[in-house]
């Protein structure tokens, strides 16, 4: 039977990963740091059947044996939070890219048959964008001074309006946060490994991933996850700018249907892959959507108008490439799968931490 060393296999995306894998016969083993911020001394239910190796990605003793009799591996453990990235920058640089390293240098001691990263939208930094004569923009790049000034939207260089479209593959990257730096080193140090060493290696560069089970707690990370926590805590969320930015919102059992796809099709070895919904959706309009369907259509999202450094404008996926190389098609809309997604929040302890991250963010000068 195959066997996967799943890292960060105790997330969110790795649970469901973990269960993606086991119920398509093969056998798992969770290698995870198991990270407070992330799972906050909570106990996490983890797919029956699933073997875990509790350790961190840069202790090289501990994740060297937990590599000994495994197939192939998906490489998912990182720290996950664009603003805090921006001032936590030896901790993202070194459990991300150090932790990558790390792992490719233990695996020349105990080679593999396959690798499949996480990376991230992120790495795009703004999405494509056309011009009003419908040509394509594809370096985007906001000036502080008009954000500051609240001109929210891209122009072109004559002031010009330019429309958001979906982003493919080819799109040139523009780093804007320690995280997608982090992101893309870790996407580059798999692909790069892969072809020198001949080990098939595949990039999923994962938009907004969103489902039950991403951590309610940790305000760093998960547009639906923080809007769930504020909500249940009778607050309205918080957004920034003018809560018109748009982006992607994928499922998460579907993003664990791209890592299997990923992992087991022959012609995705050395590339990389958007996976998302290829739908753009408002964050505005999902704070609306998650507040009607939790019944708290009061609790309207609270619009701050002000900017936070490293965030982009719009960005959503084209995810042609997927749909044609791995026959990855989406199955859950946002809009179907919120009642899910509220049964579970319900179930859940909830603690609102978005004030005292804004507070943190607001405190290192890194929202304007
Ligand atoms: N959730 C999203 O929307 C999204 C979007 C783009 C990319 N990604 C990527 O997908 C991957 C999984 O994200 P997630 O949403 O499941 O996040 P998560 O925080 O739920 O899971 C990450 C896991 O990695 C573990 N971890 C963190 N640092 C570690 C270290 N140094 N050593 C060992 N384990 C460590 C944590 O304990 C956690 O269990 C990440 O690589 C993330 O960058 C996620």
């Known amino acids: 039977m195959t066997k996967v060393l799943i890292t960060g296999g105790c997330g969110f995306i790795g649970r469901h990963v973990a269960q993606e894998l086991l119920d398509h ?47 192939g591996v998906i490489h998912l453990a990182a720290e996950v939070g664009v603003g805090q990235s921006m001032y936590e920058i030896a901790r993202y ?77 080819r799109k040139r990257v523009d780093l804007a946060s320690i995280y997608a730096l982090t992101k893309y080193a870790q996407e580059r140090e798999v692909l790069i490994f892969g072809e ?42 918080t957004i920034f700018e003018d809560g018109e930015q748009r982006r992607d919102f994928v499922h998460v059992r579907d993003v664990a249907r791209a890592f299997r796809l990923a992992y087991e099709k022959p012609e995705a070895a050395g590339e990389l892959f958007n996976i998302g919904s290829g739908q753009a959706y408002t964050i505005s309009g999902v704070a609306r959507l998650l507040a009607g369907a939790m019944n708290l259509p009061h609790l309207g999202p609270e619009i701050l108008h002000k900017s936070r450094s490293g965030d982009i404008r719009n960005c959503f996926a084209d995810i042609s490439k997927a749909r044609a190389l791995l026959g990855f ?34 405190a290192k000068g890194l929202v304007s």
């Not at 969103?210 to 607050?235: C, D, H, I, M």
């Not at 809009?335 to 943190?360: K, P």
């Open 25 to 71: 016969g093969y056998e798992v083993r969770l290698y995870d740091a198991l990270i407070d911020q992330v799972h906050g001394g909570t106990q996490v239910a983890l797919p029956e059947g699933a073997e875990v190796v509790r350790g961190d990605m840069r202790d090289a003793d501990r994740l060297r044996p937990a590599l000994r009799g495994c197939d």
């Open 93 to 169: 640089v070194g459990a991300n890219d150090l932790g990558t390293a790390i792992l490719l240098e233990a695996m020349l001691d105990h080679p593999v048959g396959r690798i499949v990263v996480a990376s991230s939208m992120s790495v795009y930094g703004e999405g494509y964008y056309a011009r009003p004569d419908g040509s394509l923009v594809e370096t985007v790049r906001r000036r502080p001074a008009d954000i500051k000034a609240g001109l929210w939207n891209p122009t072109d260089l004559a002031g010009e309006p330019l429309a958001p479209i979906a982003t493919d593959e």
């Open 196 to 237: 020198a060493y001949d080990v098939p290696a595949v990039a999923l560069r994962l938009f907004n991933v969103f489902g039950a089970g991403q951590a309610l707690s940790n305000p760093y990370t998960g547009v639906l996850a923080n809007f769930a926590s504020r909500l249940a805590s009778g607050q309205r969320p």
């Open 329 to 362: 098609e989406p199955g859950h809309r946002l809009e179907d799968s919120l009642t899910e997604f509220v049964d579970w929040v319900r179930g859940e302890a909830v603690i609102d931490r978005g004030a005292e991250m804004r507070r943190e963010l607001e």
